[in-house]
């Protein structure tokens, strides 16, 4: 079984529910998908870190996401970057400015400005956690072309059109017709 195929498995078994859903974008669904119980295991970070950075510009000196979703997410390809000796930072961003010290949006090394950062999330459905990390590191001077997520949910367009108009190229593992097969 190849690594993506076993990850496979492990959302379909620990990420996906079927039943009557309120999503964070305040839709209603019958498919639920949660990554965390992946993404905090041992075998399913490495396998989400794995087919992840396969999904990083190759140029990208950092992976960034939204606390707390994409929080394993940036850590778990930074080792697996680190492992390999490739350099690619992890960033962490911030849904309010930290309030005290440096009241920083942004955690991690901070790249130079202008270089490359790719933006993981876990599930994708209108793409707005993900636009607003955009949206933070663009003004912060950093460049942002991808988004990498797990799972794109697909409802009806949206994301596609939020992340054309935000000038951005997603790029998902699984599509959510993979995972509620």
């Known amino acids: 079984m190849s690594y993506k195929e076993e990850l496979l498995e492990l959302l379909k078994k620990d990420a996906y529910k079927k039943g009557d859903y309120t999503l ?11 990554c965390k119980p992946v993404t905090l295991s041992s075998r399913g970070l490495t396998l989400t870190s794995l087919m992840l950075l396969s999904a990083v510009e190759k140029d990208a000196v950092a992976v960034a ?3 707390l979703g994409a ?7 930074a080792v697996v ?6 350099k690619v930072d992890a960033l962490i961003v911030r849904k309010e400015a930290k309030g005290h010290g440096t009241q920083a949006y942004i955690e991690g090394k901070l790249p130079e400005k202008g270089a490359k950062i790719t933006v993981l999330e876990d599930v994708i459905t209108t793409g707005g956690s993900a636009i607003q990390a955009v949206k933070r590191l663009r003004d912060a ?3 942002v072309n991808r988004i990498a ?8 367009g949206e994301a596609d059109a939020a992340m054309k108009e ?3 190229e997603l790029v998902s593992i699984f599509k959510l017709e993979d ?3």
């Open 65 to 67: 996401g939204l606390t």
């Open 149 to 156: 997520a797990i799972v794109d949910r697909q409802v009806d």
């Open 141 to 143: 001077g950093y460049t």
């Open 71 to 77: 929080d394993p997410l940036v850590s778990g390809v």
């Open 24 to 34: 964070s974008s305040g839709r209603k669904s019958e498919h639920y998908v949660n």
């Open 166 to 168: 935000a000038d951005l």
């Open 81 to 86: 970057c680190g492992l390999d000796n490739i």
């Open 179 to 181: 995972i509620a097969e």
